[in-house]
DNA sequence: GACAAGTAATACCTTTTGGTATCATATTGG
DNA sequence: CCAATATGATACCAAAAGGTATTACTTGTC
C-alpha cells in the first residue's frame, strides 16, 4: 500500500486569511519581516509569528542579505499539497470505473 | 488580472489531523456518522462537528438513507485545492524564465 | 554608538475542540 | 399502533489553541 504524509502543518498554515494575503504578496517579490507588515495593520511582531507558521509549513524560506531577512516562496509546500490533493484523484477514478462497470452490466 | 478565489475554509478543514483521517475513513467509503465516531475514541456529537466543518469546506456531502445519513466525499472541495495550487505555479514558471533570461543574458 | 530590522515575552481576547445532556425522527418488534 | 432503540442535530460548557498588541531585548550594518 502506498502510503502519502500528510502535510497537516501546510494545510493549517494555508488556512487563515492572512497568511494567504502574505504569500500573495511574496508571489510578486521576496520581502523583509518590515516590508510585509507596512502591508498590513499589524506590527512586526504579529507578522513574524505568521510567518514561523508559514515557514513550519515550508511555504517560505528566509535568507539573509545584509542585515535583512528576506522571505520568498518555497516551493516544497506548494508541492505537498499538490502530491496530497493527487492522492485523492485516484478515488474519483476508482468511482467513475465502478460507475462504468455498473452501466455495462446494465447493458447485457 | 485573474483572480482566483481562495478556499479558506477548505484549508481550515484540511487543516485538523482528525478530519484529514475522516476523509481517509470515506475515501473507502461512505459512513454514518457514528460509523465513523467508532473509529475514533470520541462521541457522535464530536464527530458531528467535524463533519460540518468537512461539509463547508465542501469535502463531503450527505446524502440520506431510511433513518441514516451517509457522507461521501465531495470533489468540490478538492478540486479547489488543486486549483489554488495551480494558480502558484505561474510564480515557479515565471521564476523559471526570469532565470532562463539571465542566462541567455549573460552568455551574450 | 546609532539606527533599523528582527525576535522574545507577556497579556488579552477570540476561536476551536471536545464533552455532556437533551430532543426529534425514523426504524423495528411485539 | 406503541414502545424501545438507534441515529443525528443542537445547546451549553470547559479546556486548549490561535491571533494580536505592547513592550522590551538582540543583532547586524553603517
Sequence with gaps: METINIPTQTFKALGDPTRQQILGLLSDQELTIAQVAGHFDMTRAGVKKHMKILEEGRLITVRPKGRERLNSLNRDGFSAVADW?????????????ALKALVEEDLK
Tied chains: 1, 2.
Design 85 to 97: 490533493v493527487g492522492y485523492f484523484d485516484q478515488f474519483w477514478d476508482e468511482k467513475l470505473n
